[in-house]
């Protein structure tokens, strides 16, 4: 049986170069050789603050952003997450078999927390198992994500466990399709590039002008440090940014102009807003020709949520088996 893989991302923005090298590059990878659903997850979007009369449009966005980055749905499904009710009635089953501690202490649960201390809700909270949710539906094998979701795949792997133990062998224990671009630093200087931290991110979609002026703002030194390049702060994540574009060449030389103390900083960030712009130019484009044929993209989505519908509701009819309620 070919192995299966899940993936979804949030429609909070569009999408950004954290997503696409931590993510989407790795769906790209998945979709040659396994069977892939990638979704975008607005049931989880919905758990921090939102305009219910926008969001339709932005899961629109991120499917648009997915189409032209390659996700292709000869090869792979297409998901908006609440068109398929069955990720809702699996989350609510695997928490009866889940302990909320474990919930309460998780780190992203923590940092929401701490982020919108008047929007606390239970979705929050319940966030892991409906993820959990998300990807044994379809007994995902794989997970193409970032390192930031690494502690919620754990909470997967525990569910799975438990609930093969208690009910006999059913899901595999999902591992994390890596990526090189696993950890995209933010161009504010600390942290990861977020949709929800403003000044930290590029867009796929930015023009040139736009990623100059965002990489203009990044923070660096006085350009005459001199020694062996930094390992964080800003300086580090813009030779990261060289690197993970595979910008050799132009990392090697402002390398040495950095050891020299005699760097330009102006110069790197020129340098690099055309590596980005370069690679991010097709993508583009691809964009373009999709949001011009929005019939074909609802004929892609339709096709592809009722395939999603078909595969779920096979996984849910063993469940309910399962667990006795038949
Ligand atoms: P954001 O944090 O920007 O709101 P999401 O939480 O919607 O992004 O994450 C969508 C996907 O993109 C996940 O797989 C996540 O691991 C990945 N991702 C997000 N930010 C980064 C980053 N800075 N580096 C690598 N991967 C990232």
């Known amino acids: 049986m070919k192995k299966r893989v899940y993936s979804g991302i949030r429609a909070t923005g569009r999408l950004h170069l954290g997503n696409y090298l931590g993510a989407v590059k790795g769906m790209l990878a998945v979709q040659e050789q396994y069977d892939c659903v990638f979704a975008v997850v607005d049931l989880h979007t919905i758990t921090v603050p939102y305009?219910?009369?926008?969001?339709?449009?932005?899961?629109?966005?991120?499917?648009?952003?997915?189409?032209?980055?390659?996700?292709?749905?000869?090869?792979?499904?297409?998901?908006?997450?609440?068109?398929?009710?069955?990720?809702?009635?699996?989350?609510?089953?695997?928490?009866?078999?889940?302990?909320?501690?474990r919930l309460e202490d998780l780190p992203t649960y923590k940092e929401k927390k701490a982020q919108y201390p008047q929007y606390v809700n239970m979705g929050l909270l319940f966030y892991p198992v409906l993820m959990a949710a998300d990807i044994m539906l379809y007994k995902g094998d794989f997970v193409p994500v970032g390192i930031d979701q690494e502690p919620h795949l754990e909470v997967t792997r525990e569910i799975a466990r438990k609930f093969n133990q208690m009910f006999g062998p059913t899901f595999p224990e999902p591992v994390r399709f890596k990526t090189p671009g696993e950890y995209v630093p933010s161009l504010a200087g600390s942290g990861k590039m977020s949709k929800s931290i403003e000044g930290s991110f590029i867009n796929l979609t930015d023009d040139l002008e736009t990623i100059k002026k965002r990489?203009?703002?990044?923070?660096?030194?006085?350009?005459?440090?001199?020694?062996?390049?930094?390992?964080?702060?800003?300086?580090?994540?813009?030779?990261?940014?060289?690197?993970?574009?595979?910008?050799?060449?132009?990392?090697?030389?402002?390398?040495?102009?950095?050891?020299?103390?005699?760097?330009?900083?102006?110069?790197?960030?020129?340098?690099?807003?055309?590596?980005?712009?370069?690679?991010?130019?097709?993508?583009?484009?691809?964009?373009?020709?999709?949001?011009?044929?929005?019939?074909?993209?609802?004929?892609?989505?339709?096709?592809?949520?009722?395939?999603?519908?078909?595969?779920?509701?096979?996984?849910?009819?063993?469940?309910?088996?399962?667990?006795?309620?038949?």
């Open 215 to 326: 990489l203009a703002s990044a923070p660096t030194d006085s350009g005459t440090a001199g020694g062996a390049l930094p390992k964080e702060g800003g300086v580090a994540n813009l030779f990261k940014m060289l690197q993970l574009f595979r910008a050799d060449d132009v990392y090697k030389k402002y390398e040495q102009d950095y050891i020299a103390g005699k760097i330009r900083y102006s110069d790197l960030k020129h340098d690099l807003a055309d590596v980005i712009f370069t690679e991010l130019q097709p993508f583009q484009q691809r964009r373009k020709e999709f949001e011009n044929n929005p019939k074909r993209v609802d004929e892609i989505l339709e096709k592809s949520n009722e395939a999603c519908r078909k595969e779920a509701e096979e996984t849910m009819g063993e469940v309910r088996a399962k667990m006795g309620l038949v």
């Open 51 to 101: 305009d219910p009369k926008t969001l339709s449009q932005s899961v629109r966005e991120i499917i648009l952003d997915y189409l032209a980055a390659g996700l292709d749905p000869e090869k792979c499904l297409l998901e908006i997450q609440s068109r398929v009710p069955q990720h809702t009635e699996l989350a609510y089953l695997l928490s009866t078999i889940y302990q909320v501690a």
